[in-house]
């Protein structure tokens, strides 16, 4: 992928959605110079000026080096959180106050973080907390908090949120 291949990988599917365009934009830029050593130099100052914008304007946490795939829906962009061990696969959604990280264990030290995998619709107001897999193809609930793993084709309610097999099994796009 180019650098113009890579940083537009969202365009597409945030068509009629300005905003949104506009942080995946600012974060890809971000991403590509964390990914290469040589512009994490160059891109130093730039990355100062992401962190200030995304985080401190839009109140969006999608840290720079975070890994995410191709074709991220984000709607309604305000107030999502994430940690950067957080890895999510390709072609998922993400909503309004949602947070993806990890949690202090009984010896002090923190868990890893969420791996999410590729057609995963996440709701508004979720919390996705720990060392958890999400599989391909599901659906988080509006409010879930989800904190144990999540087999593929499901959907999450809930808190604790409790996922069930979809009955529509076919993949989200
Ligand atoms: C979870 C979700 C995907 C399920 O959609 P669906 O498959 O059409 O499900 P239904 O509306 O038929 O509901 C099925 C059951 O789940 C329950 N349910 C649906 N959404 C729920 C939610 N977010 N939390 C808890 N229970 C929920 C329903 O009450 C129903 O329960 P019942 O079987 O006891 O009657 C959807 O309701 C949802 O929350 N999507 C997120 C959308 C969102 O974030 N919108 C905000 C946009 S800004
Ligand atoms: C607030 C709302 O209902 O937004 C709808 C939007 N298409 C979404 O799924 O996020």
């Known amino acids: ?33 964390s990914t290469r050593k040589i512009y994490y130099y160059i ?53 309004q106050s949602t947070t993806i990280g990890n949690k202090q264990l009984a010896n002090g030290n923190y868990s890893t973080s969420p791996i999410i995998g590729n057609y995963v619709d996440i ?7 720990g060392s958890i897999t999400i599989n391909d193809n599901v659906l988080i609930g509006s409010g879930a908090i989800v904190v144990k793993d999540v087999p593929p084709y499901s959907t999450v309610t809930g808190n604790p949120g409790i996922a069930k097999p979809r009955k529509d099994t076919t993949p989200i796009v």
């Open 1 to 33: 992928m180019n650098f113009f291949e890579f940083i537009f990988q969202d365009w597409r599917v945030n068509k009629g959605n300005v905003k949104g365009r506009i942080i995946l934009l600012l974060f890809r830029i971000a991403n590509f110079c």
């Open 123 to 129: 709701g508004s107001n979720v919390c996705i907390i």
């Open 43 to 95: 891109g130093f100052i730039y990355l100062l000026f992401y962190r200030i914008l995304v985080e401190w304007f839009f109140s969006i946490e999608i840290p720079w080096n975070v890994k995410i795939g191709k074709n991220l829906s984000l709607f309604h962009g305000q107030a999502l959180v994430m940690t950067n061990q957080v890895v999510i696969g390709h072609n998922c959604t993400l909503r």
